[in-house]
């Protein structure tokens, strides 16, 4: 018996990935959707963990891009990115290598798109880095942070970026830690990202984000897991699989 082909969408609206969901049953009914993403880390981890043979891929999203999700990918598919109307240069697209839909998505512009899926199975490696750095140089810029508003206690404080070393979720908050102290705010890690230096905070865990340079060691626990210590704190920060290859060559 032939194995059904698999699919995994990522979209972090609601209503829209129900309604993908929903088409793709009416056009595809022998696709089977092993999994459902609204952010770009889950969207990574099932990726990886599921190795779907198609993937609908939204190019914004929080935690991290599509462009980022297909970039960091280690396992082959075929990729549909959706994007919105007028956000990117559509020329840029390879329709001979990969497919996109437009929002709001389309019954008849689907159906296209599942025939190029069937007649391109199965799934083989594409090399997309061309088109992704395209893409990614067309996105709308972002004003990046320069000062946090923080609380501690009653008292509020303001917080260079510069001396930021950690931003960790911990429940309705934010923890800002810097090397002395660390103080709240309210705003979430997805929220934050789009807005820090990619260069200089690198999201290690689906709840941490950190300060490269504030990183003191990293090294495997007893069962191969990484864990990162930074200058100043002293527990050490588990790094998810999503994350691990950043540190390949340590």
């Not at 891009?65 to 994007?83: E, N």
């Not at 709308?140 to 970026?161: C, F, N, Q, Y």
């Not at 429940?171 to 990619?198: F, G, N, W």
Request: a neutral charge.
């Amino acid at each position: 018996m032939t194995a059904p082909i698999t699919a995994l969408i990522a979209e972090d609206e609601e209503p829209q990935r129900t309604e993908l969901r929903g088409m793709l049953a009416r056009l595809w009914p022998e696709l089977v959707v092993v999994a459902e993403c609204d952010n770009g880390i889950g969207a990574l981890d099932a990726w990886m963990s599921k190795k779907p043979d198609v993937v609908f891929l939204d190019i914004r999203m929080p935690g991290l891009s599509g462009l980022d999700v297909a970039r960091q990918a280690g396992s082959p598919a075929q990729v549909v990115f959706i994007t919105a109307h007028d956000e990117f240069a559509i020329k840029a697209f390879d329709a001979g290598a990969i497919d996109y839909l437009l929002k709001p998505i389309r019954a008849d512009r689907l159906t296209e798109t599942i025939t190029r899926l069937r007649s391109r199975q199965p799934a083989t490696q594409v090399d997309l880095t061309a088109l992704i750095d395209t893409l990614a140089g067309r996105l709308k810029p972002v004003e990046m942070i320069s000062w946090i508003t923080a609380s501690i206690g009653d008292t509020l404080r303001m917080i260079h970026i510069g001396d930021v070393i950690l931003f960790q979720s911990e429940e309705k908050y934010t923890r800002v830690a810097t090397v002395t102290d660390s103080a709240y705010i309210r705003t979430p890690l997805k929220d934050l990202i789009p807005k820090l230096d990619p260069e200089i905070f690198w999201r290690v865990h689906r709840n941490a984000i950190v300060r490269v340079s504030a990183i003191r060691q990293v090294k495997p626990d007893g069962d191969g897991r990484l864990l990162v210590w930074l200058h100043g704190i002293t527990e050490p920060l588990r790094v998810s699989d999503a994350f691990r290859h950043r540190f390949r060559a340590m």
